[in-house]
Each structure stands twice: as C-alpha cells, then as structure tokens.
C-alpha cells in the first residue's frame, strides 16, 4: 500500500527519495511522486505508473537546490491513479505525503468549497493539505496539532511548511518512523525505505509530532516533549536480494527450509515457550486473506486434536460484528506484517473488552506486535513479493506447534511431532527441487480460464491458501471448493479439460475426497492429485512425503506455490507486483 520516505541532511534528497521509493516499491501502487524544497521554492514531480518512470522524469528535469524533500508511492484510494490524484499534495504554504485514509474528507471538503476552496485532485491528502495551509499561523507544531484535532481516520503524514527548513511528521493508525542517520534524518512507512542510509530509528507512537532538523529530532505530542528510544534494525538490505532468482516470489519460497528451522529452533528446544492455550474454552482466530487461511489450517488441528473450539473469521467482519466474549476466550491475530487494518481494528476491539490476544506476526515492531498481550514472532525476515510464501508457512508452522501443545498438555495426543519436525526442513527442500514437475502441471492449465481447487477438511484449507495463490499471481479465475459441496450446485461448471486440483492428504477422509474426484473426471475434468501417498488413474500426480498430520500441511502448500509461480511466469505475469495488490493493507 502507499508508501513514504523523507529526508533532511547535506546531501541533495534526490538519490535517498528515489532509492527509497524502489524498496517501497513492494508495498504496492500505482503512481509515485517527490517534492523537492529550498528556501524559495518546492518542486513537485510526479509519474503515474513505476517509479523508474518518475525516475525518467526526475532525470529529465532541471531540480532545484535542495536538502530536504518527501516522496510517495500512491495505491488509488479516493480518486484514480492519476498524475494529479499522485503525492505530494501542495497548498499554499504546505506539501504533504500522506497514507491512510480520512474518514471525514467528503464532509470537510464540502465546508472547505463553501469557503471558496477549489480543489485539483480527488484526494482526501488534499483536503489536510488545505486545513494545513488554512490554520498555518507560522507554528507548524500548533498547526498540525489543530488540523488532527479536525481529521478523522488513518493518516501517516511527512509536511513541508514553506517557510521552514524542517521536516514534519505526526501518525495515527497508520505506520510511520524516523531513521536516524549522522547529518541527516529520514521519515518513512518502513525501514525498508532507508535501510540502505541506516539501521537506526525511532518508532513515532499515535498523536506524536516529530520536528526533524538535519542533526537533530524532536518529538513532541500535546504540547510536550517525549523521550525516545532508538531501536536498531537487524534487517541488512532490499536490493541485490534475488540471489540470482528471477523473481522474489520464487526466492521467497525457496527460502522457507531455512526460515522455518529458525522459526521453530527455539520451540523444539523447549515447547513450554509457547504460550499455554489449554486454559482456554474458546479460541478466535482472527486475520486476513492468506494469513486468515492459515488460521483455517490451526483451527482444524486444534479442533481435531486438543478438542478446542476455534472460530476463524475474517478481520474485516469480525470488527464490525457483536463477538461475545468470556473471560476464557482468547483472541489469536495472525499477520506478517503487524500493520493490517482490519487486523489491527479487531485486535483492539478484544483488546478494550480485557480479552487476551496473542500476535503470531513478522515484524517485531509492528502495532499488533506492540499492542497484543501475547507475541509469538516468525522468523520470516522481510517478505517483498506481495503473494506471501514464507510467512504463510510460517503462520501454519506456529500454528501446528500450537496444536500439537495443546493437545499434548491434555494428553490427547502421545506421538512425537517434536522429533519428526527437526526433520521437516529437509523435507521441505526435498520438496521445493522438484521444480520440472511443478513446470510442467503448470504448462497443462496455463493457458485456463477456470481452476477447481478441492478438498475435505485440513485439506480443504490448504486448497484456499492454493486457489488465493494461483488467482492472486496468474489472474486466472479459481475457486476453493469443499469437495463434497461441489455437487450442490457448482459442477455444472466442470466439463472437458476443466482444471480440477485434489488435495488428498487426511487418511481419514482420504476414500470420501477421491469419490468427489471420481464425480468431476468422469465430467471430463483434468484431474490433478496432490497427495501424501500414490493415487493412480488420474492426469497428474505430485506425491509429498508423508509426515504426521500436524505438519503435512507445510509440506503440500509449497507445492501449490511453486505451481502458481510457474503459471503466472509462463502467462508473464508481474509475479512481485500483482496488479491493484498492495503488500501491506493500512486502510480498512
Ligand atoms: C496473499 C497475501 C494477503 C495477506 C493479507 C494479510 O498472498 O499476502 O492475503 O496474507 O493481506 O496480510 P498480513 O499478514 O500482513 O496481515
């Protein structure tokens, strides 16, 4: 989603904003823009489209002297992706770049054209750009402090007031933080944006208001100075990072042995560092797109297994429906990067009711890492391809873990998934080598309009997480079905060649999953089996080591991922950047 970089210091802005904008590139958009300022004057360039676009056009212009400038990548929220709809917002006295959303923007921009205000853009940024300018009394901090007294919503806000060599920031709901380098300062979205200029920074907390100078920073927030502390990141650098793959996706996937042997070290060590669900009589889980799908793949285990209610509900409606809660539910929130709207908003609302809420989450210093009662970190290190991989899996390997806890501390289980999971790294790379076989299922359906994904229960799971992935990278059109739904309406669908993937690894609905597949083949549909043990008679087959339940789910979606990467490469497909896709979604 949108991004933000700003910068302070000796040098010309321009090579940090650009280079900035391109690790911000991940985040997804479709317009960037920079402000350049000096004393006299700013000069705004924008491009609709990539950043090497904007970086063309940068090129091709006369810049301004300039130690100070901000820069955005736009993912259209009010208004189109156009060149006037792109940050920076200028007005009067004050340029902005903003994310997030304001709530309020229609009914404020009403009362401001009833002033005599006309606007140029569509944007909700141009209406706080206007009230900026309007309640400009020559005191920025006053200023802002007035204007998000007046606002309602998300904003992360970088502010150049013409008349100051300072950069402004201020936050809420939506991230934002200051890098420290040694003559010169940064504000960005993420640390990505200026991991190549320094490691160090601060966290702007909500309603904060930072006053940054080239060799120093204040903070401030109702009137008050607060003490920060500086946080170093362990993240190295975004660029050169395909290790010679073609895209990030695929390095990603490739990546998940290694992140998962980190991921789950410390807990095979020692299981009791997890956090101890069994006293509770009511799980929630809570998340978004592929991370809720991994909260699918936990709920079945911990029902199945440690005899545990779990509801999995989108975050979107779960924050938005009366949930009654009592004081032995916990609420789970799984995502990678912390920063998810919705996400962030059901967190919130079971955090107001004293609920417990445990974060199984990526970034360390993220709002759901920060806000939660209980953390549980992946060791995914930074995801840039917008499709998660490695994070899903992940999520599902905590999740499992979990599980099998769960089930163990009241003693329904008794066999030793501790043992079998040190292994599982190696059999995941097993796994992933096989990339001629995963080529050549995607040269059968490439070239597809329509792909069935199904399944029974865990399995049904993990064909969600294989349809969202396929769909979300190739743009082919799929649906996840389970299996024995499907004669309830949708295999009227199914004629010949019509693409359908089984997943068939729970042995005990094993029989009832390949009657459903017997359903759609002998309608002519192309039958391709994922499963943990051989199934002849059908078109395509991949077989995946077998493993106990608790872990076969890690060693089967990778296969549907690989599967979909190869699709969209063979339909040339932007793979990292899908399109209208944001990697990170700040607003509702
Ligand atoms: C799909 C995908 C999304 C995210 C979702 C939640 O490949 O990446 O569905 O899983 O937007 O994001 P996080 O995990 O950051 O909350």
């Not at 920060?228 to 042995?257: A, F, Q, R």
């Not at 285990?301 to 009366?322: D, G, M, W």
């Not at 962030?344 to 920060?370: F, H, P, Q, W, Y």
Request: proline content about 3%; hydrophobic content about 40%.
């Amino acid at each position: 989603m949108c991004g933000i970089i700003g910068y302070i210091g000796k040098n010309h802005p321009k090579e940090v904003l650009v280079k900035g904008l391109k690790n911000l590139e991940y985040r997804g958009y479709d317009s960037a823009g920079i402000a350049l300022k000096n004393k006299e004057e700013v000069q705004i360039i924008k491009s609709v489209g990539k950043v090497v676009d904007l970086e063309t056009k940068i090129n091709n212009s006369k810049l301004i002297d300039s130690n100070i400038g901000i820069a955005h990548t736009r993912w259209a929220t009010h208004g189109k992706p156009t060149e006037v709809n792109a940050h920076p917002h200028q007005v009067g006295n004050v340029t902005i770049v903003h994310n997030g959303i304001i709530e309020n923007a229609l009914e404020l921009r009403e009362e401001l054209i009833n002033e005599g205000v006309k606007f140029n853009s569509d944007t909700d940024t141009e209406v706080v750009a206007t009230l900026l300018n309007k309640y400009y009394d020559g005191n920025p901090i006053n200023t802002i402090e007035k204007v998000i007294r007046i606002v309602k919503g998300s904003y992360a806000l970088g502010i150049l007031f013409n008349d100051k060599d300072v950069l402004y920031a201020t936050r809420k709901d939506s991230p934002l933080i200051v890098g420290i380098g040694d003559d010169d300062n940064f504000i960005a979205s993420d640390i990505a944006a200026i991991i190549n200029y320094t490691n160090k920074y601060m966290l702007l907390e909500e309603g904060e208001i930072a006053e940054i100078y080239s060799n120093s920073i204040n903070i401030v927030k109702d009137g008050n100075e607060v003490e920060k502390e500086i946080l170093i990141t362990n993240i190295s650098s975004m660029d050169n990072d395909k290790c010679g793959y073609d895209h990030y996706m695929v390095k990603e996937i490739m990546e998940e042995p290694v992140v998962l042997e980190k991921t789950f070290k410390p807990y095979l060590d020692n299981l009791d560092l997890l956090p101890d669900l069994t006293k509770y009589e009511e799980i929630h889980i809570v998340a978004c797109g592929s991370a809720m799908y991994a909260g699918v793949i936990g709920s079945s285990l911990l029902e199945e297994y440690a005899n545990t209610r779990v509801y999995v509900e989108v975050a979107s409606e779960y924050r938005y429906k009366n949930i009654i809660y009592n004081n032995k539910t916990l609420v789970i929130l799984i995502s990678q990067s912390g920063e998810t709207a919705d996400t962030i908003a059901a967190m919130r609302m079971a955090n107001e009711k004293g609920v417990d809420t445990l974060a199984i989450v990526n970034v360390k210093t993220s709002t759901i890492a920060r806000e939660s009662s209980m953390q549980v970190f992946i060791e995914a290190g930074p995801e840039i391809a917008v499709a998660t991989t490695k994070a899903y899996i992940l999520q599902v390997g905590i999740l499992s873990l979990l599980a099998y806890k769960t089930a163990y501390d009241k003693k329904l289980v008794d066999i030793d998934v501790v043992e079998e999971a040190r292994g599982l790294p190696r059999l995941l790379k097993e796994v992933l080598d096989r990339r001629d076989d995963y080529l050549k299922i995607a040269k059968s359906i490439y070239e597809k309009e329509d792909i069935f994904f199904i399944g029974r229960k865990i399995d049904y799971a993990i064909s969600m997480e294989g349809s969202l992935k396929l769909k979300e990278v190739s743009y082919i059109h799929s649906e996840a079905y389970q299996a024995g739904e499907l004669k309830h309406g949708t295999i009227s669908l199914i004629n010949d060649g019509y693409p359908v993937f089984a997943i068939i690894t729970d042995d005990k609905i094993k029989d009832k999953t390949i009657s459903n597949v017997e359903e759609v083949k002998s309608r002519g549909a192309l039958v391709i089996i994922i499963s943990n043990e051989e199934i002849k008679g059908y078109d395509l087959e991949i077989v995946v080591p077998k493993i106990n339940s608790f872990l076969q789910p890690i060693l089967v979606v990778p296969v549907l991922q690989l599967i979909a990467y190869e699709v969209a490469k063979l339909r040339n497909c932007d793979i990292d950047k899908p399109k209208n896709l944001a990697k990170s979604v700040t607003v509702e």
